[in-house]
């Protein structure tokens, strides 16, 4: 089992069809062009691999997949992104992963994840 972000079952600010319901593997939004992101809201953001939808939180769930399989899902959603499916681009998504790797292994199952620039904190202290 390999421990990974997924955008969480209630994303609030998102109607209930949307592709939270499913359990999307998610990773750091990466900031816009913007100078300020106060009202983008792109640091404050996970970011959904395989549509490229922002959400506001992400919740720590296992998966029945290896590491290449995680970085396989990286590569997917940059390729969508417009970047080429080369060296550079599968060193980028290896990185990524294991750092949401890391980053999932910090927190038991089930937490909830808030991000604010480069700090990343549970939302509901855990006991
Ligand atoms: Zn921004």
């Known amino acids: 089992m ?8 209630k ?6 069809t949307d592709a ?7 990773s750091f939004a990466g900031l816009c062009d913007a100078r300020s992101h106060t009202r983008c809201g792109c640091s ?13 939180a992400a919740e720590v769930a296992e998966r029945d997949m ?4 995680y970085i396989n899902a990286f590569i997917a959603s940059y390729v969508m ?6 060296a550079d681009t599968l060193r980028t998504a290896s990185s990524e992963a294991l750092q949401m790797n890391r980053l999932a292994k910090r ?14 904190f549970a939302q509901h202290p855990q006991r």
Do not use: C, M, Q
């Open 20 to 26: 939270t319901d499913r359990r999307e593997l998610v």
């Open 11 to 16: 994303a609030h600010d998102l109607p209930e």
């Open 44 to 56: 404050n953001s996970f970011l959904v691999l395989r549509t490229r939808i922002g959400v506001a």
């Open 66 to 69: 290896t590491l290449d399989e």
């Open 107 to 120: 927190w038991p199952v089930g937490t909830v994840l808030n991000v604010r620039g480069d700090n990343v």
């Open 2 to 9: 390999l421990k990974v972000l997924v955008a969480p079952y």
């Open 81 to 86: 992104a417009g970047l080429p499916d080369n």
